[in-house]
């Protein structure tokens, strides 16, 4: 069997890749692990960027996020008992959408499944080989048949505990890792939202954040110990931890039904170099930010808007330039993230270890970002998503 790129993994950067590598008449074979369903059903991110929306309706994905996503123009960071509203209609000129990662995905496989693309869904024992030569993806079908799906390059999509990465050996590869000593704990609810816009809550308890899914149903984290386990939590735990949090100028949170928990850790990765000869690696594959900046789903999005380019012109003029550069491009944008997703978690979350200096310091640190229109202006930009180069 034979395509032009393979692609291992179907999460939001193969599937768009897959898409954007279509509309150019280049062909790709998409190899994953996961069944389709389970793919469909995981939640995840929640906030997709400007850019990200755009590409969503430019390419023609039929994507229902301007009819099922909710578009918000600002967010508040509440501290010391208030909020504090950042408007980045204003800052910025640009707004998010509040719209599932599981229902981008949706459209994504709706979408290349109508365009007949092929995607092995429940491949196993998935192996890379030759990368540097002429690559393989070895795997398993889904009905039992070993496959050797040659291709002239591979595109690493297989996120944070995938295999694409170990392919390049370690003398090659920098693995940059920080784990941060805290995790989130998240839930989702049913019941109105409590506020118009997400809420970024700093408090002496640690970070809370509001965030929404639909009319009926709210997603909402806090800040625990990364090794707790939540069902050690009861409801009433979990809402008098959420209150207490956010409480200040009587608001409270609207309580409803709990229906699904769970603890995410956090940490930053970057894997340097992002190709290792006919191995380009993209997404969650190449980098992991902690979730505090929403962007882990928009980095992953736009890696691949760089890499479709860099294949166009590979395969429409035989130019190598965008394929050497791609890691170079890419991280440029990575690095930013990583900063501005580490930024918001140090100003935002309490450390186990953290002094009352460390406390104030944050509340300095708020007050400026939320009285400076050039400190406001820049979490903006950034919280909306830079423009896409490539
Ligand atoms: P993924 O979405 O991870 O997709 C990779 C795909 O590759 C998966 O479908 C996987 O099954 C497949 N795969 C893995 N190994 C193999 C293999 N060996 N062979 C074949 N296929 C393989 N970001 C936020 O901004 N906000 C959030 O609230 C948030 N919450 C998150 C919660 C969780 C539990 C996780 C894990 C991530 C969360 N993220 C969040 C991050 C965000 O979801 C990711 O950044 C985004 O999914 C990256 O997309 P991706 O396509 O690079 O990788
Ligand atoms: C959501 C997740 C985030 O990491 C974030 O910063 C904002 C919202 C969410 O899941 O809704």
Request: aromatic share 10%; proline share 5%.
């Amino acid at each position: 069997m034979r395509t032009q790129v393979g692609i291992v993994g179907a999460g939001p950067a193969g599937l768009m890749l897959s898409h954007l590598l279509a509309a150019r008449g280049i062909d790709s074979v998409i190899v994953e692990a996961r069944s389709r369903a389970e793919i469909e059903e995981t939640i995840r991110a929640g906030v997709l960027e400007q850019g990200t929306v755009d590409l969503l309706t430019d390419t023609d994905v039929g994507s229902r996020v301007l009819t099922e996503g909710a578009k918000h123009d600002g967010i508040e960071l509440r501290f010391g008992g208030s909020g504090h509203r950042i408007d980045f209609a204003r800052l910025a000129g640009r707004s998010v959408w509040l719209y599932p990662q599981h229902e981008v995905l949706k459209d994504l496989i709706a979408a290349r499944v109508k365009a007949g693309a092929d995607i092995r869904f429940e491949a196993s024992d998935v192996e890379l080989r030759d990368v540097t030569t002429d690559p393989v993806i070895a795997f398993t079908d889904a009905d039992g048949t070993p496959i050797e799906l040659r291709c002239d390059v591979i595109a690493g999509c297989d996120g944070s505990a995938g295999i694409s990465k170990h392919t390049i050996p370690d003398g090659e590869r920098t693995d940059y890792f920080k784990a941060y000593p805290f995790g989130w704990f998240g839930i989702l609810v049913e019941a109105p939202p409590s506020a118009p816009e997400l809420i970024y809550a700093h408090s002496e308890r640690g970070f809370a954040l509001i965030s929404t899914r639909t009319p009926e149903v709210q997603r909402m984290y806090f800040q625990c110990d990364p090794e707790a386990n939540a069902d050690d939590w009861s409801d009433e735990e979990i809402w008098a931890e959420l209150q207490a949090r956010v409480a200040g100028d009587g608001f409270r949170l609207t309580e409803g039904r709990i229906f699904q928990r769970g603890v995410i850790p956090m940490r930053s990765y970057v894997c340097h170099p992002m190709r290792y000869g006919n191995l380009f690696l993209a997404g969650d594959a190449a980098h992991t930010v902690p979730p505090t900046g929403a962007k882990g789903l928009n980095l992953a999005i736009a890696d691949v808007v760089v890499l479709a380019r860099a294949f166009e012109d590979y395969y429409a003029k035989g130019s190598v330039e965008r394929l050497e550069h791609y890691s170079a491009t890419a991280s440029r944008r990575v690095w930013r993230a990583q900063h501005f997703s580490w930024w918001m978690t140090s100003m935002l979350h309490t450390p186990p270890d953290g002094e009352p200096f460390d406390y104030h310091r944050q509340l300095g640190e708020l007050d400026l970002v939320t009285s400076s229109t050039a400190a406001a202006t820049q979490l903006a930009q950034a919280y909306t998503g830079w423009p896409l180069e490539y």
